[in-house]
């Protein structure tokens, strides 16, 4: 079948889904099927485009075997909310005009609405072609936690954009159980959801040494490293993290890292520096190649979200830490999607959120026990290897979309239940 791919971060962007979609549209083309992706130039994490892909012309290139359709961007500070949108916009209009250009069966679209709303009104509604709709986040709910959205009618908007895009796919993936309650919310049934957890790249995120060239070159090869890498942004509660720096100042073994950019990374800087925090690093997102080394060079990896988000999804680099053997330090709600997720792979320690205390106390009892950190890396490294593979994704939504084809002929709210196993 041909699949085409609607999304908004695809390698070589650095966008958090990027390796996601890639690895996806990959092992789908590895099962034999025509896979076409659309989406924009690179721009993420600033929100600048690189001078090799400015200019307001649609590229497409082959890249192993997946056609793929990039859109221009204008090149913004992506820190204000304002030029956000802007790209937001720019990439759904130039998306639903590139895709008039392509024939496919059937879409993956990935969500938020804010960002495909009018290309699945255009390629999938408008065309009559059946669609999966992917929940990364819950809208409007997240915009809501993160005081993004304060007004009515921008709530009452986003959630109706969030509910056409639903209710004109055949099936709603969502890749936490903690998604239900609020896609239910949105008038989506159980039997049209699936859920397929998020996968990682087990060929590249590997256990490696820590005395590599990243910590060699970073000066961290002699330091208990307690290590944060992904987005710099607003749900990560990691103006909590500095505060725990703050409490383990006199302790010099220990170095936290912070790996990345994103709209909090000013706000974080300013923070370290008015408290001398000289036991905090940073450093600027680095290339996908040298995520071996950046896990590799930690201790221990933080999942770090604000009271009240952590249950809306799971992080995509909690399963590049799994592969990578690093043990997890988890500081989001209790019971949701990644606490449990550390508890069931035994992986990891689980504090409560927004508690700089609680998060001292369990990075000084991993650095005494190194049998428990061996320990713990062990067993999220075994997790990751059965449930977590690109392989086990490409099939179960293989599966959705033969689905889907199945039932193109109906409307989208009365085919049979979605069928998938997930991942877990």
């Excluded at 820190?79 to 949108?85: A, E, F, P, Q, T």
């Excluded at 709303?117 to 408008?126: D, N």
């Excluded at 036991?279 to 190649?289: C, D, E, K, L």
């Excluded at 508890?343 to 026990?369: F, Q, T």
Aim: hydrophobic share 40%; with cysteine.
């Amino acid at each position: 079948m041909h699949i085409l791919i609607l999304a908004l971060h695809y390698s070589p962007d650095l966008g958090p889904s990027a390796p996601l979609f890639t690895m996806l549209g990959c092992g789908l083309a590895k099962r034999g099927h025509r896979v076409s992706v659309i989406t924009t130039v690179p721009h993420y994490p600033s929100g600048s485009v690189p001078s090799s892909f400015r200019g307001a012309r649609i590229r497409r290139t082959i890249e192993d075997g997946i056609e793929v359709i990039r859109v221009p961007l204008p090149s913004l500070d992506r820190s204000k909310l304002r030029n956000r949108l802007l790209q937001f916009a720019c990439y759904q209009m130039m998306a639903a005009l590139a895709g008039f250009g392509v024939e496919y069966e059937v879409v993956l679209v990935g969500g938020p609405s804010l960002v495909n709303w009018f290309p699945l009104a255009c390629l999938v509604a408008l065309r009559g072609k059946p669609a999966i709709y992917s929940v990364h986040d819950l809208y409007p709910d997240v915009g809501v936690k993160l005081g993004i959205f304060r007004h009515r009618f921008v709530i009452r908007t986003v959630a109706g954009m969030e509910r056409f895009c639903m209710k004109r796919s055949k099936t709603v993936r969502i890749s936490s159980e903690s998604f239900r309650p609020g896609v239910r919310a949105l008038g989506v049934s159980d039997c049209k959801m699936a859920l397929v957890y998020d996968w990682v790249d087990m060929d590249l995120i590997r256990p490696m040494p820590k005395d590599n060239a990243f910590a060699r070159e970073h000066g961290l090869a002699d330091k208990f490293v307690v290590l944060y890498a992904g987005n710099l942004g607003l749900s990560q509660g990691l103006r909590h993290v500095l505060a725990t720096a703050d409490l383990l100042r006199e302790r010099k073994d220990i170095r936290f890292v912070l790996v990345g950019e994103g709209a909090g990374l000013d706000s974080l800087r300013k923070y370290a520096d008015e408290h001398d925090l000289e036991n905090v690093q940073f450093i600027p997102f680095q290339p996908r190649s040298r995520l071996p080394e950046i896990h590799a060079a930690a201790d221990v990896s933080l999942v770090t979200l604000q009271k009240g988000v952590g249950t809306a999804s799971i992080p995509s680099k909690t399963f590049s830490i799994l592969a990578s053997g690093c043990p997890v330090l988890a500081s989001v709600d209790e019971e949701s999607d990644p606490w449990n997720l550390v508890k069931s792979s035994r992986a990891g320690i689980c504090v409560p959120p927004e508690s700089p205390k609680d998060l001292a106390d369990s990075i000084l009892e991993l650095r005494r026990d190194a049998e428990l950190r061996n320990r713990l890396g062990a067993q999220g490294l075994c997790w990751a290897k059965r449930h977590h593979s690109p392989e086990s994704a490409a099939e179960q939504f293989e599966r959705l979309f033969v689905a889907a084809l199945a039932h193109k002929g109906k409307p989208p709210d009365n085919q049979e239940p979605a069928q998938s196993k997930g991942s877990l």
